[in-house]
T-cell receptor
Framework: AQKITQTQPGMFVQEKEAVTLDCTYDTSDPSYGLFWYKQPSSGEMIFLIY??????QNATEGRYSLNFQKARKSANLVISASQLGDSAMYFCAMRENRDDKIIFGKGTRLHILP | NAGVTQTPKFRVLKTGQSMTLLCAQDMNHEYMYWYRQDPGMGLRLIHYSVGEGTTAKGEVPDGYNVSRLKKQNFLLGLESAAPSQTSVYFC?????????????FGPGTRLTVL
């Protein structure tokens, strides 16, 4: 069964520092995708970045990058030059291509300090 | 385009009452999902649908039923509400296909069962 683990319930980071949010996963499907979403205090879910299991390069979107280590089954989100507006809950998610389920981890609450 | 809408936004039920949550999308998406979000638990998949007339169980399907009679609508039913079903419910949809397609989320429904 597919599984997503986020081991950091909360993090405090100084503004302008880089942040790494951890995500490990488990699946037996060789074809899968990994996602990160941001949920600010307003509650909406904001898509950040995607990595496919067969993608050769790590995904990047602006200040967001995904550190994909397939052998370790990890898909950590890296936020460069953090901003106060980055304070939010962050969720890692995975989709197995064989059944299209998309499941989420428990999330990491990130606090950016001025 | 309204995107993904959820009705109602808030609801209070008494134990044993029934209700239906409506999710509607106007993006002609094939796939639709229902999640519940509880503190410390992240988003957990309740049921999902890969097309009109089809539904499948997610991680926590007990106590819920769903129907997808029309492509644009995905209904979540609680036949006999329990306090354990107090949660924020999110609906999401995405375009079908084996490749990456972002999930679009609704604003959520906050349900309290007394």
């Amino acid at each position: 069964a597919q599984k997503i683990t986020q081991t950091q319930p909360g993090m405090f980071v100084q503004e302008k520092e880089a942040v790494t949010l951890d995500c490990t996963y488990d699946t037996s499907d060789p074809s899968y995708g990994l996602f990160w979403y941001k949920q600010p205090s307003s509650g909406e879910m904001i898509f950040l970045i995607y990595q496919g299991s067969y993608d050769q390069q790590n995904a990047t979107e602006g200040r967001y990058s995904l550190n994909f280590q397939k052998a370790r089954k990890s898909a950590n989100l890296v936020i460069s030059a953090s901003q106060l507006g980055d304070s939010a809950m962050y969720f890692c998610a995975m989709r197995e291509n064989r059944d299209d389920k998309i499941i989420f981890g428990k999330g990491t609450r990130l606090h950016i300090l001025p | 385009n309204a995107g993904v809408t959820q009705t109602p936004k808030f609801r209070v039920l008494k134990t044993g009452q029934s209700m239906t949550l409506l999710c509607a999308q106007d993006m002609n998406h094939e796939y639709m999902y229902w999640y519940r979000q509880d503190p410390g638990m992240g988003l957990r998949l309740i049921h999902y649908s890969v097309g009109e007339g089809t539904t499948a169980k997610g991680e926590v399907p007990d106590g819920y039923n769903v129907s997808r009679l029309k492509k644009q609508n995905f209904l979540l039913g609680l036949e006999s509400a329990a306090p354990s079903q107090t949660s924020v419910y999110f609906c999401a949809s995405r375009k079908g296909g084996p490749y990456f397609n972002e999930q679009f989320f609704g604003p959520g429904t906050r349900l309290t069962v007394l």
